[in-house]
């Protein structure tokens, strides 16, 4: 069988792929660009956890471009697409531009109103970006690991949905981001990390009860890829 080679659309040269985990292949070039595409269904593996009807199903078009599109079942069929997050990622704009822009775009296509992103420093989770805060608490706000449900999701190494956050003992206020203003009902927190170690937390809140599908879970487990390998690539500059 000839073997498939698939080029980078940014340098034009053959790129080199790795499986990420049952569901998803990164595709990396030399010149330090990458994207993710879903795994062959012949190759997937059986998870528990996640039904075949659950995965994002992926839709090319003629230019390579990928993206993700939610089932026709849904009241309106929407396409998502992570290109522009892909190529933010690898872009030259400096970290705070990609991590603002990140969430801003994260929080547009889940629909919720505020999206953030803590990154670990070794001693705390410190805001990085947010949609929905007060911009002047990025950078100030800041908890350990098992503090407030950000650093519970971090502990305990792996995400948190929490539907009423206000019946949650957890749930820490910080006067600086204003979040008081706006009665936050619920959240999901998905912890981000380099192998074992702590590497940050992708925050989604809204104002209103909200469940999270099994796609937009999906999503948001991609864009903490992405972060994750904006913040090593520019780490290596």
Known sequence: MMESIIRCRKCGKKMKSARVDDYRIKLSCVCGFSEY??????????NPHFSKESLLPLTFDD???????????????EIITLEEISMLA???????????????????????????????DGEYLILRATHGLAQEAVGKARLKI??????SAVEAKKPLLIPDVSADKRYMYFPETREEQYRIKTMYSYP???????????????????????????????????ILGAVKMRKKR
């Open 37 to 46: 595409r879903s795994a062959p269904s012949a190759t997937k593996a059986i």
């Open 146 to 151: 098992g503090e407030g449900i950000t650093g």
């Open 90 to 120: 690898s872009s030259d704009y400096n970290l705070e531009e990609v991590l603002k822009a990140v969430v801003e775009k994260t929080a547009r296509r889940l629909g919720v109103d505020i999206c953030s992103i803590y990154l670990w």
């Open 192 to 226: 981000i990390f380099s192998g074992t170690e702590p590497f940050g937390v992708l925050n989604a809140q809204t104002v209103v009860s909200r469940e999270f599908s099994d796609d937009e879970i999906y999503f948001v487990s991609v864009i903490a890829n992405l």
């Open 63 to 77: 230019s390579g471009r990928f993206f993700f599109e939610q089932r026709a079942d849904r009241e309106q069929k």
